[in-house]
């Protein structure tokens, strides 16, 4: 027997009760939870990324010499699935586990890098700048060799789209090869390779890796503000821990994330 119509509504409402909005003063407000901390509104990807090279650039050892951190941060890993699929007014990705595929090996290079952006028909000149006699300088590099990573994250769409449809374009974009621009690892001449990987699969790794990365960046922008606007810089950190190649990512909203700005 089919309920009436104001038996449907009236069920829909308590089964509203038992949710509630991770949060009702920003655009982040599309991820809905329940009471047992059960996430609804929200589809998990997967992709398993690899390069010849790659620098995560550490803020704390200065502008003069790139130092790169142990492993992806998920700033970065938010940047290559972005270059796969991004539509910054329907969704946003949040960034759940990295998993350590490779070794973590390190190679010093000396790089030639510009020191101002070039624009359309003006190139940089590499022997006048407007911040001194030379448009490029000669830094010296600490790197990783072969890095090689899975990247489990969760499509959080706003408005309370459906993610179904977003993790379906997504996963056929990723299993094709399609991307709108190559991603990277760290910079833009490390390129990196990706496939589409099951993200309930845990990958089977070429030697266990715990580490205690110490302060590691979790990105450079306030994530509880909709990308397609134009936000201010706003870093934070987090205590990164890799247990058995797996780092966990704590929720930006979460308490572990530290923010600069507040």
């Not at 059960?38 to 390069?51: F, P, S």
Request: overall charge positive; some cysteine.
């Amino acid at each position: 027997m089919k309920a009436r119509p104001c038996q449907a509504a009236r069920k829909d409402r308590e089964k509203e009760k038992d949710f509630q909005w991770t949060s009702s003063q920003t655009d982040v407000g599309c991820l809905k939870t329940n009471q047992q901390g059960g996430r609804e509104m929200a589809r998990q990807v997967g992709l398993e990324i690899w390069g010849d090279l790659g620098c995560f650039t550490r803020p704390d050892h200065g502008k003069a010499e790139r130092m790169t951190a142990p492993i992806i941060t998920p700033s970065a890993a938010r940047g290559v699935s972005e270059s796969v699929y991004y539509k910054p007014t329907e969704f946003r990705f949040q960034i759940d586990k990295i998993y350590i595929l490779n070794p973590v090996n390190y190679i010093a290079l000396r790089r030639n890098e510009v020191k101002e952006k070039g624009a359309y028909g003006r190139p940089i000149d590499p022997t006048v700048s407007e911040l001194g006699p030379k448009g490029r300088t000669q830094r010296q590099s600490i790197c990783l060799w072969k890095p090689r990573y899975k990247i489990v994250a969760t499509i959080n769409p706003y408005d309370g789209r459906s993610p179904d449809p977003l993790y379906e374009q997504f996963r056929s974009r990723a299993e094709s090869g399609q991307c709108f621009q190559r991603p990277c690892m760290g910079c833009r001449e490390f390129v990196a390779f990706f496939e589409w990987s099951d993200p309930e699969v845990v990958p089977v790794a070429k030697e266990e890796i715990n580490m205690d990365c110490g302060l590691l960046l979790y990105d450079v922008f306030d994530l509880r503000v909709r990308s397609d606007k134009k936000v201010a810089v706003s870093p934070s950190f987090f205590h990164a821990k890799i247990v058995k190649n797996l780092l966990e990512v704590p929720p930006y909203e979460s308490k572990l994330v530290m923010k600069v700005n507040e």
